[in-house]
């Protein structure tokens, strides 16, 4: 097998056969179509048991007992497991990072539970049906602790510990500064302050999450069937906190009904699952139902930004302060500063400003625990936009003209930012431009002025997004974080000339059964017909780093592209020996090796590939046998693409409801693989940023109790509550990355916040509205307006 | 509780079963007999993964129980496709304008859309938004689907189905 790491040289080479930048119909849509995907609850296996777990009741208390008998004595009980039982199995998870305590999680509480759903005991029977049954009978013997439940309150000093292994309940603080903030505000004109908070929500995928655990005893392995975003980590998770060697653990990742951020951690239900499953010696399937998603997976979002920004008459932003708090909830499943630390060194957003300073705060909560969802730094763009805007309105000048000053061009790139992040090829002032070409804004100013006249609010919001796509492992050095931002890809071309490709990032609806197949069929000369791509498996797939962030085209389409052009120039090497003619000569279109400017073709790829497995002596002294490329890419420390978002809203005085009334998105994501795939990433990202938006809220009482365990209380949105999305595609190719690839698909969900947020702050301007509280549902507008005294006006 | 004995058409086949009379339906399609198309997304009869024809009806198979569907005819996604996997129009449009991205609450979507379709030959487009309401997708953002939707009512996808689903 060829083994290569530097691919450098490779990045110009292409056969631009085409398909690159064609919206292929997916693969994957024949089986999803019909019923034949298969997902993690498919799985059945003889033998099989059903796990169900015991959650806490309450936010926060000890365990003093429990009693399990009643649950063993029922019929089809095979086994109830508790913390104590488990931590003689597994070890637990430690979370570090520098600038903060370690923080412990146990594969199941011994001491105390941190949050209302927080697994207590685990069940194992026969079936789902008995094993709930089973946990209904688990009697859990409490202690009321007082709950934490607000996040600036919780780092008080008499304030109860969520952790009793921590000094306080203040996780990490942390300043980062960059210029000179003193002098920028000391030369200010103005300084204006905003903040923005947004709610505590969760992912959501369709699918929750799920494993079926089947332990081999004759081979001491164990095969872990769940939807991953990381299988290769998850993997590693698993053989160390299960005591075995990383070559005993399998993970296979079947297809995933939705991800999102949230299948990425190893839970410490799947973690139970699989210890039982080797306890056992009985494969055991667990498939949470829908409130244990809402109520016990992950959160996200609970996040608040306070800026002070020193501008000067004009407009020119001299320098930012600020101070930003993340409410982690009872867990750390993340390094403390990971999500929120990103909203800090995004904040800067679109614009020149070279003096800046943030503090990030991370408090711990009797809530669920905070996970990485989908733009983990979300909130960040309505922070920036929303304070150029207030910038505008303060100073009495045009929010467009601000931005415009202020903004980055594509003639000042490469640009580093303040806190030291390279940006090129990004049209973040380009793409604005375009977005203001394409969306009339003096027009609705007018419509917006005669509406107003006749009562009605309408309103226009603008966001400009920048979006980290793809880290490098330089990145996870600098930041401290442990891991590694590189990707890796196997291309064989088999004897008969069909190509199996392996590679580490993995699906839960982005199509790369598709794009890689675009991709390593346009760098051999193929078809995407004859490229099968196979993803999830670790005894089959090289170990990458999966799926998260929005990596998957620029690092796994983009290894896949390296190693394919790998094996395009073996297969070249080899055709030049056997023809005679020179290298340069030859291209491959559709399987056939053509001398260019030749009509016939003289050999195939078929017949290269079956002479480098069946008839290796023929091939040049050079050539090893077989054509099987295996290959890692490092992407540059961090990729960005940018859009600019503008969405138009109405919003009812009488009910407080908002609607959209329509909806554009100018896209920079450089070179496209498969626009159609694109769109859909960009029209699913603004949908869930609208839902994070108007309506998504995970609610907790007084007492931190959950009250939004229900699609009847959580509410995601509907087809009959979104609008069409119109999308315009700028592409400027990066200049560091295999064709110009930058990736996406965070950044919709960035830009649908903050368009959406300002379109309603817009809409009410002039009525003495501040809006800086997410979700703007009907009772939270009705409720500005009443505190405005501009409902009845 | 002791188990019932049902029987009942799936996709046009006989099928029978002993059941507990808790069952449920979207239980007795997936463990019983196999057919794992038809998707559990909330148990709470509100995101519509689990959506089957029961007599023609569109109905959440996880707020029914398999004993209520006893002597009943039953279309789940499997039975859509045409015998050789030729996808019907629906399936067709929502391939064609890329109406699905991961794909479980597609099953749901499809029979919804066949039953829509059916009743509504040439619906508006707000009745399409209002007729998928009550299926959730957390990839698409819908405009996908409900072109796809328009695009099979263009083409007379409720003509062109066999007689159980259109």
Not at chain 1, 662 to 674: F, P, S
Not at chain 2, 8 to 31: H, K, T
Request: glycine share 10%; aromatic share 6%.
């Amino acid at each position: 097998m060829t083994t290569t790491t530097d691919p450098v040289i490779q990045l110009e080479v292409g056969s631009g056969g085409g398909l690159i930048g064609a919206s292929t119909p997916r693969k994957e849509d024949q089986r999803l179509l019909t019923g034949h995907g298969q997902f993690t609850d498919d799985l059945h296996v003889r033998g099989m048991l059903h796990a169900a777990f015991v959650r806490s009741p309450h936010a926060h208390a000890r365990i003093l007992g429990i009693d399990a008998s009643e649950a063993r004595a029922l019929p089809g009980v095979v086994a109830v497991v508790t913390g104590e039982d488990l931590a003689k199995l597994t070890s637990p998870m430690v979370v570090s990072q520098e600038g903060a305590h370690p923080m412990v999680m146990e594969t199941l509480p011994t001491a105390k539970v941190r949050f209302n759903g927080d697994p207590v005991a685990c069940v194992i029977a026969v079936d789902r049906y008995v094993a709930e049954d089973a946990a209904e009978l688990v009697d859990v013997d409490y202690e009321m602790l007082e709950p934490v439940l607000e996040m600036h309150a919780a780092t008080d000093p008499g304030s109860p510990l969520v952790d009793e292994g921590l000094p306080s309940n203040l996780h990490t603080r942390q300043t980062k500064s960059y210029g000179d903030i003193e002098t920028a505000f000391a030369n200010a004109d103005r300084v204006i302050e905003t903040s923005f908070s947004s709610q505590r929500l969760t992912h959501v995928p369709i699918e929750g999450r799920g494993v079926l655990a089947i332990w081999d005893k004759g081979r001491a392995e164990l095969s872990f069937h769940s939807g991953q975003q990381t299988a290769h980590v998850t993997r590693t998770l698993l053989a160390k906190r299960l005591g075995l060697s990383e070559n005993q653990v399998r993970v296979i990742s079947p297809d995933i009904g939705g991800a999102f951020g949230l299948k990425i951690p190893l839970f410490r239900e799947e973690l139970t699952v699989a210890a039982m499953a080797m306890t056992l010696d009985r494969p055991i399937k667990w498939a949470e139902d829908r409130a244990e998603n809402l109520m016990a997976s992950n959160h996200a979002r609970d996040d608040s930004v306070s800026i002070q920004a020193a501008v000067a008459a004009d407009g020119t932003i001299l320098g930012i302060k600020a101070e930003l708090w993340a409410d982690y909830g009872a867990y750390a499943f993340y390094p403390p500063s990971y999500m929120i630390d990103v909203v800090g060194w995004l904040l800067l957003g679109a614009y020149k400003i070279e003096n800046y300073e943030y503090t990030i705060n991370v408090a711990i909560t009797n809530k669920c625990p905070a996970g990485t969802l989908r733009a983990p730094m979300a909130i960040v763009t309505w922070a920036t936009e929303g304070t150029v805007e207030r910038i505008a309105d303060e100073l009495g000048l045009d929010a467009v003209a601000v931005r415009r000053r202020n903004m980055i061009r594509l003639e000042d790139q490469p640009y580093r930012s303040a806190p030291g992040y390279l940006y090129e090829a990004l049209t973040l002032r380009e793409s604005f431009d375009e977005a203001l070409d394409r969306f009339d804004l003096e027009q609705f100013r007018r419509s917006q002025a005669s509406a107003r006249g006749e009562g009605r609010l309408l309103g226009v919001g603008l966001a400009t997004v920048l979006e980290p796509t793809t880290y490098g492992s330089a990145w996870y050095k600098a930041s401290g974080d442990e891991g590694s931002g590189h990707e890796a890809a196997t291309v064989k071309v088999e004897p008969t000339g069909a190509i199996n490709v392996m590679v580490g990032i993995i699906p839960s609806g982005q199509g790369y059964e598709t794009t890689i197949a675009q991709v390593v069929a346009e760098a051999l000369g193929s078809t995407t017909d004859n490229v099968a791509v196979r993803l999830g498996d670790t005894h089959i797939v090289p170990y990458g780093m999966g799926s998260r962030g929005s990596r998957g085209a620029a690092a796994g389409n983009g290894v896949a592209y390296l190693a394919a052009l790998t094996a395009r120039n073996k297969v070249l090497r080899i055709a030049s020996h056997r023809l005679g003619v020179p290298i340069d000569s030859l291209t491959i279109v559709d399987g056939s090796i053509f001398v260019i400017d030749e009509a016939e073709s003289r050999l195939s790829l078929a017949d290269v590939a079956w002479m480098c497995y069946m008839d290796p002596t023929s091939l040049p002294a050079t050539e090893a046998p077989g054509l099987e490329v295996h290959q890692t890419y490092d992407p540059p420390e961090l990729t960005f693409s940018n859009a600019s978002h503008v969405c138009v809203v109405e919003v009812f005085r009488d009910t407080g409801q908002v609607e959209i009334l329509d909806y554009h998105v100018v896209e920079d994501a450089g070179t496209l693989i498969n626009p159609m795939i694109v769109d859909g990433q960009i029209r699913g990202g603004v949908v869930m940023g609208i839902g994070q938006a108007l309506y998504e809220e995970s609610i907790y009482d007084d007492a931190g109790n959950n009250v939004t365990s229900s699609f009847v209380d959580y509410l995601i949105p509907t087809a009959d509550c979104v609008p069409n999305i119109r999308i315009h595609h700028v592409e400027t190719p990066n200049p560091n990355t295999p064709r110009g690839i930058k990736g996406m698909s965070e950044g919709p969900v960035q830009g649908g916040i903050a368009s959406v947020a300002l379109a309603v702050s817009d809409a009410l301007k002039g009525l003495g509205v501040t809006v800086d509280q997410l979700p703007l549902h009907p009772s939270r507008i009705l409720g500005y307006l009443r505190a405005a005294g501009a409902q009845d006006d | 509780m002791k188990a019932r004995a049902i029987h009942l058409v799936v996709n046009g086949e006989q099928a029978s079963g002993e059941v507990m009379p808790r069952m449920l339906l979207s239980d007795f399609i997936r463990d019983d007999l196999a057919l794992t198309g038809t998707h559990v997304g909330c148990e709470q009869g509100a995101c519509g993964a689990c959506t089957v024809l029961l007599n023609g009806r569109a109905v959440r198979s996880c707020l029914t129980f398999a004993v209520q569907a006893d002597g009943a005819s039953i279309t789940t996604i499997e039975g859509i496709a045409g015998p050789d996997g030729e996808l019907h129009p629906v399936q067709q449009a929502l391939r064609d304008r890329h109406g699905l991205q991961c794909g479980f609450c597609t099953p749901g979507v499809v029979v919804t859309a066949c039953a829509l379709l059916r009743d509504d030959p040439q619906p508006t487009t707000q009745a399409i938004r209002e007729g998928l309401s009550g299926n959730l997708c957390r990839c698409t953002g819908y405009q996908s689907i409900i072109e796809a939707i328009e695009q099979a009512a263009a083409v007379g996808a409720s003509t062109s189905a066999d007689g159980t689903v259109a």
